[in-house]
């Protein structure tokens, strides 16, 4: 009976242990790491959407003065879409500080930015303790992080057979190529092995031949030499017999992220957009997440590959949607991310990469006045500190396979005896490799983003009452000036915010036991150049507090004395001062 | 006789809620329930939405057997929430409709035809006709703040002279821009500055500053306006557009419904855009922008052919030149739901003649309320011009402020009596529309036996109708199913030669497509041809 006793007491012992890897003493902090997390989480894997949602309630649980966990919505399969909102709750108003606003996974294969997403919350909460920068940060900031804002595509790719690019889409059902029946030929793992790879058969017409360095690759021919190889494209088969291969799948039904609110063009003019702006579950509660939120001031989204810190305008004709000073803002940001982010580009979408309309950042800047960059994370230059191509065939993405993941990411080319095109070999990159990042570079990539994604969010407005001066105008009437400055680089309102008047003015007022007679905008204190505000002069509505810059105003006051001054903007918060 | 009895019964029962005057909210839901209780196997009714004024969007289906399969015809009233009589004509069709649907000639085109008829998509504006303050409302019950400065519907409309209508406000002064008109002086005309004209008067709505800012009714009550919320040229930002297109429930309940109704191949809706009187002419550089801006060739020849029969069956002429101003579902209907699509007022203020008898001159300045103001004397109509009156106006102190002018809703609303002609006109023309739709059929079917077992069977396809199977530009749409010939050959029967499955883009009117198959195997298999917007047809081969 006791060893049965001391058994169970060892036993539990062992599962405390296992709780807490490791004694507090036996560990030595690595710079800038959270040396002894209370949320531990691996971070060179990937989970799928419960996993996420795990650490979600973990560290919401670990720290509820930091972290608050909620749903904003239900995707079209009814899964939750989870937001954690990282502050110092202890501090401040949360919902009247600048926001910063981050998501992941809008594509389902675009897997990592939910994970990158994530770390950013894990890293700020548990770094708060030890790091007055994070301290003063999530004094001044409040962060929306919802990691995957498509979790139907994100379980779908991790528990369906799926290729490192498919899904792209969520999973409400299209009829891709209109013939009335709905997903009725999709993609096929024909060898069952959970990965959509690539047929090959041997033949003495094909243009290919397999590649000397590495026989698992196959490279086209020379003109002059006959080849061995044709590729048959993607694992599948002719189920509905109408002569094309996988035309119909669930894999790709739209674009989730050619369906926001701004330049949005339909499906023939711009591949992937769904009904209307919107029109799908998971982008509308987004949407009214943001409408909700007009505190919201910078924003991120992740999505994969190419290594490229992405700015709109999506498409040529919103080129003057972003005029000189934004842009200005734009690049200092998207330089810094260069810096921070070795092998990725600052880039503009309708000109370095394609034309997009109805894009997610172009909704969020152009029709929120939010300033907006999408990461395309995972870029061949991390396997080996150097330029490389995204092909596919590429040979150094085989001798990385090779040399450092010791081919787990590849499945060999095996015989199959296909019901269309005979005897044929299937083989071919798993899904997890060549857009997703191996495991031993996720962490330090997504913490590198996090820090892109820190630097953003550190330069939202923040306002201060920088002077009250008060002078004596005589016959008992004083003239009270105020300067309010912002100390960092981003406006309370970004240009495409002040031509639209997306959110409403900047308020400055003047609180006193005097009477304000009279208020104004101060253009030029010098030379005494003013605009009078003639209704509600004790609220002077300005449309902008310039980054790094200030605005003044004048109150002309009979009686007076104490005065205080309250600045209250949507996207640069609520500050006073007092003389 | 006994059917007789019924017809003659149902037709009292719908005569008996026969309206006098526009329908209310409350009456058009009785008119609709009248119809579906009169016909319910013709009829179906149900709401596609709850506005935020808590009214419902109501949908008639019209048709026999399997309506979604059927090429359909959707028709829209309260496009705009001014124009009442769009309501009325959306809803006195589907009674016409009805009531007819004992001859042969309705129960022919309903055995093929569908009709999706909107009443009325803008219930919540268009009550404000009937409500205690009558003014020309195009908003919803959308809070909004449409002069974005962070408050909502802050400063509307005010009834200062207390007449329960909304009219003008005229000030005198010298930086006034509007002038009398020199035919009409009751009425005010833009002052021409380039021809040394001077204004006398500022010409507003009548109200109050109420929120104290300097803009008078600048953002009153309502709304987003379902004409200015779709997604075609959408106005980002402009009052009563909204903040993206089809932010609203009624423009997206009807959206959602419409995409999924791959069998619809024409949206008529009423209201002020006209593209039936005059259709929308073919220019080639705006058909070849990347966003695409203008008709395609062959689609802007239908609109001119469904113009010239618009314009014969209706005989109305003059109509005001429309230009829809982006947002409005007549584009959208082409544009982003690629079908067919049309819209007319059905009505506008005749020209007025000048009567010589009584010594009136035509008018040396073309203004509308002028025009109307000599119509409604020759008709007999009085009582819908409020002479000038002065007023006391806080927020104008010491200036001469007159409230006065038309009545609201008179320029797009005919007196009532006109409307059971202009109802019959517009059913007449649904109905020959429908007469036009396109139509597949199968002819010259042979086979031919090459030995062995082996069989060609060729086959015409063809489209009897006047329109296309699918407008030129639905070839490129998402939304929109392919025409399909699909040889449904059972296991001993082999494909040899053509394939199993063809998808075409679309067949034109009158167009035909030939198509041959080598099938080995005995029997007989069926080939199935159509589409939804054109219809399906099975053959039987024997092989």
Avoid at chain 1, 326 to 334: P, S
Avoid at chain 2, 99 to 106: E, L, M, N, R, W
Wanted: glycine share 10%; hydrophobic share 35%; with cysteine.
């Amino acid at each position: 009976m006791k060893r049965i006793l001391l058994v169970s007491l060892s036993l539990l012992t062992l599962s405390m242990g296992q709780l807490r890897a490791q004694a507090p003493e036996q560990m030595f902090k690595a710079a800038g790491s959270p040396v002894n997390p209370k949320v531990t989480v691996t971070w060179n894997k990937y989970y799928d959407h419960a996993g996420i949602g795990e650490i979600c309630k973990k560290i919401a649980a670990a720290y509820p003065n930091l972290a608050k966990f909620e749903s904003i919505g239900k995707s079209y399969q009814g899964r939750d879409l989870w937001c954690l909102t990282i502050t110092d709750f202890k501090k401040g108003d949360p919902t009247r500080k600048p926001g910063m606003y981050i998501d992941g996974n809008i594509h389902s294969n675009e897997i990592q930015g939910a994970e990158f997403a994530l770390y950013t919350a894990w890293y700020l909460t548990e770094s708060f303790g030890d790091t007055r920068f994070i301290q003063e940060l999530l004094e001044d900031k409040v962060f929306y992080i919802i990691p995957t804002i498509n979790p139907d595509g994100r379980d779908s790719y991790i528990h369906k057979p799926n290729n490192a690019s498919s899904p792209r889409s969520g999973l409400l059902p299209v009829d891709n190529d209109a013939d009335g029946l709905i997903d009725e030929d999709s993609y096929e793992d024909l060898n069952g092995d959970g990965n959509i790879t690539l047929m090959r058969r041997k033949s003495p017409n094909g243009r290919f031949k397999t590649d000397p360095r590495d026989p698992r690759n196959m490279i086209q021919a020379g003109v002059d030499e006959r080849g061995e190889w044709e590729l048959l494209g993607i694992e599948g088969i002719d189920k509905d017999g109408d002569g094309r291969v996988s035309e119909d799948g669930y894999t790709f039904q739209y674009d989730p992220n050619r369906d926001w609110g701004w330049g949005w063009q339909p499906n023939y003019i711009q591949n992937g957009a769904y009904k209307y702006p919107f029109s799908l579950p998971e982008n509308r509660a987004v949407m009214e997440f943001v409408m909700k939120h007009p505190n919201i001031a910078a924003a991120q989204s992740f999505h994969n590959a190419g290594g490229m810190i992405l700015r709109g305008p999506g498409g040529q004709e919103d080129v003057n949607t972003y005029n000189a000073q934004d842009l200005q803002v734009y690049d200092a940001i998207g330089k810094k991310g260069e810096e921070l982010l070795p092998g990725y580009k600052y880039l503009v979408v309708y000109k370095d990469l394609y034309s997009a309309y109805g894009g997610e950042l172009d909704w969020f800047y152009a029709g929120r006045g939010i300033y907006t960059y999408s990461n395309e994370l995972w870029t061949p230059y991390l396997m080996y500190m150097k330029e490389g191509s995204r092909d596919l065939f590429d040979n150094p993405t085989y001798s990385f396979d090779r040399y450092l993941l010791f081919q787990d990411a590849f499945v060999p080319w095996k015989e199959y005896d296909h019901p269309q095109y005979g005897k044929v070999e299937i083989g071919g990159f798993k899904k997890n490799f060549t857009r997703a990042h191996p495991g031993f570079l996720l962490e330090s990539d997504a913490h590198r983003n996090m820090a892109f994604s820190i630097y953003h969010c550190y330069s939202t407005p923040k306002l201060e009452v920088q002077s009250i001066t008060e002078k004596d105008l005589g016959d008992g009437l004083k003239e009270v000036t105020a300067v309010v400055a912002n100390q960092r680089m981003m406006p309370t309102h970004s240009s495409q915010d002040t031509k639209n008047k997306i959110e409403r003015p900047d308020l400055i007022s003047l609180s006193t036991s005097g009477k304000i007679l009279a208020g104004m905008t101060v253009e030029n204190k010098d030379l005494n150049l003013t605009t009078e505000q003639k209704n509600n002069p004790q609220t002077i509505e300005v449309p902008n507090i310039p980054g790094l810059g200030a605005v003044t105003v004048k109150w002309i006051v009979q009686g007076g004395g104490k005065y205080s001054v309250t600045v209250d903007s949507r996207k640069g918060g609520i500050v006073s001062g007092t003389k | 006789m006994r059917q007789i009895l019924l017809a003659s019964l149902l037709l009292w029962l719908v005569s008996g809620v026969q309206a006098q005057e526009y329908s209310s909210y409350a009456d058009q839901l009785s008119r609709l329930q009248a119809l579906s209780k009169a016909w319910p196997s013709l009829v179906k009714l149900q709401s596609i939405t709850k506005t935020n004024g808590g009214k419902d969007c109501w949908l008639l289906t019209i048709g026999t057997g399997k309506t979604e399969s059927k090429p359909a015809i959707a028709v829209i009233g309260g496009t705009e929430g001014n124009h009442l009589l769009g309501v009325e004509m959306a809803l006195g069709f589907a009674e016409n409709l009805l009531k007819g649907s004992g001859t042969d000639s309705i129960k022919n085109l309903l055995a093929r035809t569908t009709y999706y008829v909107f009443p009325n998509m803008s219930p919540d504006a268009t009550e404000q006709y009937f409500a205690k303050l009558r003014y020309e409302r195009y908003g919803n019950a959308t809070d909004t703040d449409d002069d974005r400065d962070g408050k909502l519907n802050e400063d509307g409309v005010d009834d200062l002279d207390g007449n329960g209508k909304i009219t003008l406000m005229r000030i005198a002064s010298p930086i006034g821009d509007y002038r009398t008109h020199p035919d009409d002086a009751r009425i005010l005309v833009k002052a021409d500055a380039a021809k040394g004209e001077k204004g006398k008067y500022r010409l507003l709505t009548e109200g109050f500053d109420n929120d104290k800012d300097g803009y008078l009714n600048e953002d009153g009550e309502g709304g987003i306006a379902l004409n200015k919320n779709f997604t075609y040229k959408h106005n980002t930002f402009a009052a009563g557009s909204g903040d993206y297109p089809a932010s609203e429930k009624e423009t997206r309940a009807m959206l959602d419904f419409l995409f999924d109704a791959f069998n619809v191949y024409a949206v008529v809706s009423f209201g002020s855009n006209n593209n039936l009187s005059t259709p929308i002419a073919y220019n080639p550089l705006l058909a070849r922008e990347r966003i695409l801006a203008g008709y395609l060739e062959p689609d802007a020849r239908v609109n001119g052919m469904v113009s010239e029969l618009y314009n014969k069956v209706t005989g109305l002429k003059d109509a005001p030149r429309t230009n829809p101003g982006g947002g409005d579902l007549l584009s959208w209907g082409y544009f982003h739901y690629t079908r067919y699509s049309f819209s007319t007022p059905g009505w506008w203020v005749p020209k007025a003649k000048a009567d010589t008898a009584k010594k009136e001159k035509p008018f040396t300045v073309e203004d509308p309320a002028a025009n109307y103001l000599r119509w409604a004397q020759q008709q007999g109509i009085t009582n819908t011009f409020t002479e000038w009156k002065t007023i006391q106006h806080p927020d104008y102190p010491d200036q001469q402020v007159e409230v006065g002018g038309l009545d609201p809703f008179v320029l797009v609303n005919p007196p009532y009596k006109l409307v059971g002609g202009i109802v019959k006109k517009h059913t007449d023309f649904l109905v020959k529309l429908a007469g036009q739709q396109a139509e597949i059929d199968v002819v010259n079917l042979k086979t031919e036996k090459l030995g062995n077992g082996l069989t060609r069977i060729r086959l015409d396809l063809i489209n009897r109708g006047g329109l296309a199977t699918h407008p030129k530009l639905a070839e490129r749409s998402y939304f929109l199913k392919k025409l399909k010939v699909a040889v449904n050959n059972t296991g001993n029967q082999q494909i040899v030669g053509g394939k199993k499955i063809t998808l075409l883009n679309s067949l034109e009117a009158a167009g035909s497509q030939s198509f041959s198959w080598l099938i080995k195997g005995n029997g007989k298999l069926t080939i199935d041809v159509g589409c939804p917007t054109a219809g399906t047809k099975q053959v039987e081969v024997t092989l």
